[in-house]
């Protein structure tokens, strides 16, 4: 395949950037995503040209750190992430624009990289359980219905890969802590924090600079793991309970 990749080039957060055209050809149908960037970085390095920066890790589509916007959309053209989307999804001759997340609560590092410590201090903001080290009984020894099992399970296989933020006109991450809060709140050792974790979690999302939500759905679309636009119902349900418990 012979393919034009125009690609967003920022050497810094400071730098303005812009897109850089790169013409690439034998690039096989059964290449990942990234095999493809690579394949591009390695001609880059070999002509002596700084390769383009770009975040992956376990390129299996469970840690979500290979999530850059594809001719406008994030993670591409399939419902999955961007390492785990091939290059039988494009045609050869096409061109395809490569951009990072946009949001200003993802700051560019360089090139495709976002800087995503927003999401991080999102969840030390409450989003999780405490429990006193060598206390914690075993985890069968609580029962939990197998319904709010299947939906925390269902919350829980959230990446924090931003896609939902990148989707969103907003940048809103609502998606992304409905989904922490739903998962956390169907569990009985969830319950004693409840209150205190969305109202600490939503502080912190307003600080870091998203968006609101207007329920527009693109957060839900986006999602390579599917995660349903429930989950900010669910977040707001508890939020509202909690400022009639704290007023």
Known sequence: ?????????????????????????????????????DVLNEGLIAKGE????????????????????????AHGPERTTTCQLHMRSFRDGDEIVIE????????????????????????????????NTGSAP??????????????????????GCGACVAACPNASGMLFMGA??????????????????????TAQHDEEGFGGCTNLGECSRACPKGIPLNVISQMNSDLLRAQRHQA
């Open 100 to 131: 990072p997340w946009r949001a200003d609560a993802f700051p560019v590092i360089k090139d495709l990289c976002v800087d995503r410590g927003s999401f991080d201090r999102i969840i030390q903001a409450g989003g999780y359980i405490s429990a």
């Open 50 to 73: 700084e390769p383009v920066a770009f975040d992956s890790d376990c390129r299996e589509g469970i840690c979500g750190m290979c999530g850059v916007m594809i001719n406008g959309e």
């Open 1 to 37: 395949m012979r393919l034009t990749l125009k690609i967003w080039r920022q050497s810094g957060p400071s730098d303005k950037g812009g897109a850089v055209t790169y013409p690439i050809e034998g690039v096989s149908e059964d290449m990942s995503f990234l095999e493809m960037l």
């Open 180 to 201: 922490k809060i739903t998962h956390l709140g169907e569990f009985p050792q969830g319950q004693p924090e409840r209150d205190a974790r969305v109202l600490s979690m």
């Open 138 to 159: 075993d985890a069968h020894a609580t029962p939990v219905p197998k319904s709010q099992a299947d939906r925390a399970f269902m919350a829980a296989e959230c990446i």
